[in-house]
């Protein structure tokens, strides 16, 4: 039943969900990071434009972008959860 062609080995142990796992940690480091980086072009774009000060733009009362702490800990995690899997 387990032949060389590997039929008869669980799918949980042929190593492909490991590597997909690791492709999807990727790509979710990768969306945060780039998030984050628009989140920080954009806040630099509304100081320079006049529209918001700097502690506006990032602080926790903002309107426009993501508070800068809260982007950061959100790529912390996204990277302790890569770890974990």
Same mark, same amino acid.
């Given at each position: ?32 990071? +780039? ?7 954009? %806040?630099?774009? *509304? #100081? /320079? ?12 009362? +903002? ?7 809260? %982007?950061?800990? *959100? #790529? /912390? ?9």
């Amino acid at each position: 039943m387990d032949g060389p062609s590997g039929e008869g080995v669980p799918r949980a142990w042929d190593g492909s969900r490991a590597e997909s796992r690791m492709a999807l940690g990727r790509a979710l480091i990768l969306a945060m990071l +780039t998030l984050l980086a628009c989140d920080v072009i954009g %806040g630099f774009i *509304a #100081v /320079a434009s006049g529209v918001d000060t700097w502690d506006h733009a990032w602080g926790f009362d +903002t309107e426009y972008t993501v508070p800068l702490p809260v %982007g950061v800990l *959100a #790529v /912390a995690q996204a990277k302790r959860l890569r770890r974990q899997r």
